[in-house]
């Protein structure tokens, strides 16, 4: 009786009742036990009051009331999406690219608002020179999202060279090696398929490898090799990287005055004319141009990869820790480089300081700070306000 009044309901069930009575007396009274019976069985069950043997696993074993309420409120999460907040929690944490952050969440939110049933939430491509973000764009945007790496699908796509490399993607067919167990793809997205899907330097794949993600994203499912199964790609956002093209996109993404949507525009012509196959691209719902860092924003970010390197080691850097020339060489060094970027720099900074690290956490200290003494950097313990030098290493940034 969807969409009756429950009252008028009621009322014709009873004139029923009583149009039954008067034709046979033991088939209402039939009927009034039944109903009973079913009233109680109903009571007991959403009272929780049946046996043990026949209760719902989850009201005998959990707390089926409070688990359905969490489960249903984790279900809508994606269902909208705040862009602007979205964006303002990304940006906190991906430097130098504000405007690509802005333009992907307002995407994202259009998509998952959408809710497209026969194709992937989205399918995004970054541009751009190697070291500006990207990969790291991706796993945050997956924690930011859904609140854990667990959501977060890694393939280095440099490793899928040969067109026989689909196989450990897609699954191998019945009678190779391997053919017993899922591959690496669809095993992924049949455990946890509402996740962010990064293809990382998807231009070094073999095309054939390519022309085998059409079908994920175009018809929203994917074949495993193995047995023939569909695994949904339906919830998944593929985020694609790439270095192709990489100084023709930086002076694209310099151009402030185009939209975000015409930088897209050219970028994804720039992949065409680096022979990106326009099967792909025209399956490429939206293409972001990564722009080189520059300035502050090249601190920013070498500041927090040593923070990072420091907190391996169970350390800090102490408030204002690390000392601005080391800042400023590596704004000299990596200003109008193209090639290899802030990870270059990153391993740089950690083979200088690595030892000093491992002296500091040895000789028990919680803080460190770090000194540039000429072509040295002192990684310091602080104790209080007591501060001993722990190791001076031989520093050749300047060189990189």
Known sequence: MTGMNPWLGRLLLLLALITIDHASLPLAITLVIGAGGAAIAIFLYKGSYLPRFVMDILDRLSNKTSLEEAYEKRSQNLITIDAEDLAERVRAKVIGQDEAIKAIAQQLRRRIAAKRLDKPVAVFCLAGAPGVGKTHFAKILSEELYGARSHLHFFDMSQFGQPHAAASLFGQARGYVGSNSYGALT??????PNAVVLLDEFEKAHPEVHKRFLTAWN???ITEVSDGARVSTNEAIFVLTTNAA?????EIAEQTNESAEEIGRLAKA????????PEVLSRIDDVFAFR???GLDIARVVALEIEGIAQQFNLKIAGGGIDPQILMQAIDALSGRMQGGVRDMTRAIERQITDGLIEARGAGAAEIRLIQDGDKVSVESVRGSREQP??????????Q
Do not use: C, E, W, Y
Request: hydrophobic content about 55%; overall charge positive.
């Open 292 to 294: 080189p860092l520059k």
């Open 390 to 399: 722990v190791l001076n290493v031989q520093r050749a940034m300047a060189r």
């Open 219 to 221: 018809d929203g499912f």
């Open 270 to 277: 720039a992949l065409a004319d680096a022979q990106f196959a």
């Open 187 to 192: 095993a992924a997205l049949r455990d946890v």
């Open 246 to 250: 990489s100084r023709r996109i930086a």
